[in-house]
C-alpha cells in the first residue's frame, strides 16, 4: 500500500484499493492506523471520511459528516497523490455515487490510494469486491456475511482461513490471490466505543 518516497512527488501508474473488514474491537483501526502512519511518514498526504468521529486525533483532513461528502471529494481530484481512508464505509458505501463512485472506479486517475474499512460486508458494494486490489479480513462471526464473503470472494475455503482471534487477519492479495494470516499491535488508541458503559 505504501510506495517508496519519492513517488508521491510524481504521478504513479498504479494506486491502490483495499479493503479492511471485521467486527469492533478486533484490530481493523489499529491496522488503519499503522498504514496511514506509514503513508504519512513517507511524504503521502492521507484523507479520513469519518462519520463516527474516531480519526479526530489524525493531522490531516477529517471529514465526519457525510452532508456534502460527494462535492468535498470532488476537491480531492486534483489535490495530489495520497491515500483516502473510507472508515464506517458501510453506513455511506452499500451504493455508492457520485464522487464516491467515481474514486473507486478511476482512482488510479485521480492519483489516490484507496482504503474502505467496514464492520459488515454486506455494506460494501459488490463491484467494489471485483476491483480491490487486495482484502484484510477479521474475525467474521455471522453466517450471512461469512456466506456473502464467500460469494464474493468465489471461495468458501478462503473464508474458512479468517482467523477468529483478536489482531489477526487474512491479508488477500490480487490478482495473485496469494493469503496469509497476519498479525497487527494491539491499540495504542483508546476510543470512545473501546470504554465500557
Same mark, same amino acid.
Given at each position: ?51 463516527? =468521529? ?16 460527494? =462535492? ?82 468465489? =471461495? ?19 490478482? &495473485? ?6 498479525? &497487527? ?13
Amino acid at each position: 500500500m505504501a510506495p517508496k518516497p519519492e513517488t508521491f512527488a510524481e504521478k504513479r501508474s498504479t494506486y491502490e484499493t483495499v479493503i479492511v473488514l471485521g467486527p469492533s474491537g478486533y484490530g481493523k483501526s489499529s491496522y488503519v492506523d499503522e498504514t496511514q502512519e506509514k503513508y504519512s511518514a513517507r511524504g503521502g498526504k492521507v484523507w479520513v471520511v469519518d462519520p463516527a =468521529s474516531n480519526w479526530l486525533h489524525h493531522p490531516g483532513r477529517v471529514w465526519t459528516g457525510l452532508e456534502n461528502l460527494d =462535492s468535498e471529494l470532488a476537491k480531492l481530484q486534483r489535490a495530489g497523490p495520497g491515500l483516502i481512508v473510507f472508515d464506517d464505509a458501510d453506513l455511506y458505501f452499500r451504493h455508492p455515487t457520485g464522487a464516491r463512485l467515481e474514486i473507486i472506479v478511476a482512482n488510479r486517475h485521480w492519483q489516490k490510494d484507496v482504503m474502505v474499512v467496514s464492520r459488515r460486508p454486506q455494506g460494501i458494494h459488490k463491484d467494489l469486491f471485483m476491483i480491490a486490489d487486495s482484502l484484510v479480513l477479521f474475525c467474521q462471526r455471522q453466517a450471512y456475511a461469512r456466506q456473502y464473503l464467500a460469494k464474493e470472494l468465489d =471461495s468458501a475455503a478462503l473464508v474458512k482461513k479468517i482467523p477468529k482471534e483478536k489482531f489477526h487477519y487474512l491479508f488477500i492479495h490480487r490478482p &495473485t490471490d496469494s493469503y496469509a494470516v497476519q498479525q &497487527t499491535k494491539p491499540r495504542a488508541v483508546i476510543t470512545a466505543s473501546d470504554r465500557k458503559p
